[in-house]
């Protein structure tokens, strides 16, 4: 059973800084795809960022230079820095593997002005 574990979230103040982490239960290299996305009040789910085959990294441009996507072993980290209010929402780790999806069970991250 694929499972994926996030962590990290919380309240910060505008400008402030939080790392969010997806840890995944298998090889990390298994997955095709392992990506955050995020879902405020009355939107849509969108896409952050995350790591695509090959091991290139993707980001919206929303949080390009802001935001930071890196692994360790089976984690992938969400490095967000200079937050601003419209970064609020759940963020979700999304992962694919042998065109099967999974989604972990969500983090809030609140920014506060």
């Known amino acids: 059973q694929v499972q994926l574990v996030e962590s990290g979230g919380g309240l910060v103040q505008v400008g402030g800084s939080l790392r969010l982490s997806c840890t995944v239960s298998?090889?990390?290299?298994?997955?095709?795809?392992v990506v955050w996305y995020r879902q405020a009040p009355g939107k849509q789910r969108e896409l952050v960022a995350g790591i695509r085959p090959g091991g290139t990294f993707i980001y919206d441009d929303s949080v390009k230079n802001r935001v930071f996507c890196y692994h360790a072993e089976n984690t992938v980290y969400l490095q967000m820095n200079n937050l601003k209010p419209e970064d609020t929402a759940v963020y979700y780790c999304?992962?694919?593997?042998?065109?099967?999806?999974?989604w972990g069970q969500g983090t809030q991250v609140t920014v506060s002005s």
């Open positions: 999304y992962a694919v593997l042998l065109s099967r999806t999974y």
């Open positions: 298998e090889y990390i290299f298994n997955f095709n795809r």
